[in-house]
C-alpha cells in the first residue's frame, strides 16, 4: 500500500511538472508567432526615371523620411545635369535616365516621406523654365517604400509645386 501511495505522489508530481514545461513552451511558442506576424524593416527607395525628354536639362530629387520609432529625419538629394562642368560619369543625365536615392536607415510601417523633384528645361527657343512635383504620404508596408516617379507620366499622381 505504502508503494502504491509513494509511486501515485511521485507520479502526481511528475505530471504537473510535464504539464508546466508544456505550458511553459506553449507561451513561448505562442510569442515567437506573434513577433513572426510584425514585418520586419526593409529599404526605403526614392526612383526617378525620365521617358525621353530631350528638353529635361537637369533634375534633382529631395526625399525626407521621418522615421518615429527613432525620432529621426533623414534628408537626402542627389541630381543629375545634361551637361556636367565637372567629370563625373554618374551625375550626367541622358535622355532614358534615373536617380535612386537610399536612406541608410531601414523603413518600417508608420514612417512618413516628402518627395520632391525639381526639373530645369529649355524651351525650343532656348529659355531655360523649371517644374517641380511633390508627395507627402505615410508608409504602411513593403511596397509603398518603393516610391516611383516617372516624367512625365506620374505628373497627376504628384503635386505640381512650382
Known amino acids: 500500500m505504502k508503494a502504491i501511495r509513494l ?4 507520479s502526481g508530481k511528475l505530471l504537473i511538472s510535464t504539464l508546466a514545461v508544456l505550458l511553459l513552451i506553449g507561451v513561448g511558442y505562442s510569442c515567437e508567432k ?3 506576424a510584425v514585418e520586419p524593416k526593409f529599404e526605403i527607395n526614392y526612383r526617378m526615371y525620365t ?3 530631350t528638353s529635361l536639362y537637369s533634375v534633382t530629387i529631395y526625399c525626407t523620411t521621418f522615421f518615429p520609432e527613432e525620432d529621426l529625419t533623414s534628408f537626402i538629394s542627389k541630381g543629375k545635369w545634361r551637361d556636367a562642368y565637372w567629370y563625373q560619369p554618374e551625375q550626367l543625365l541622358h535622355t532614358y535616365d534615373s536617380l535612386i536615392v537610399t ?4 523603413g518600417y510601417s508608420g ?5 520632391f523633384i525639381g526639373m ?3 524651351d ?4 531655360p523654365y523649371k517644374r ?3 508627395k507627402f504620404d505615410s508608409i504602411k508596408n513593403r511596397t509603398d517604400a518603393d516610391i516611383r516617379f516617372y516624367w512625365p507620366t506620374d505628373t497627376s499622381t504628384f503635386s505640381r509645386t512650382d
Open 124 to 127: 525650343s527657343a532656348g529659355n
Open 51 to 53: 521617358e525621353g525628354d
Open 34 to 36: 506573434n513577433s513572426d
Open 132 to 134: 517641380s512635383y511633390s
Open 111 to 115: 514612417c512618413t516621406y516628402y518627395y
Open 120 to 122: 530645369h528645361f529649355y
Open 103 to 106: 536612406p541608410e536607415i531601414s
Open 7 to 10: 509511486f501515485t505522489i511521485k
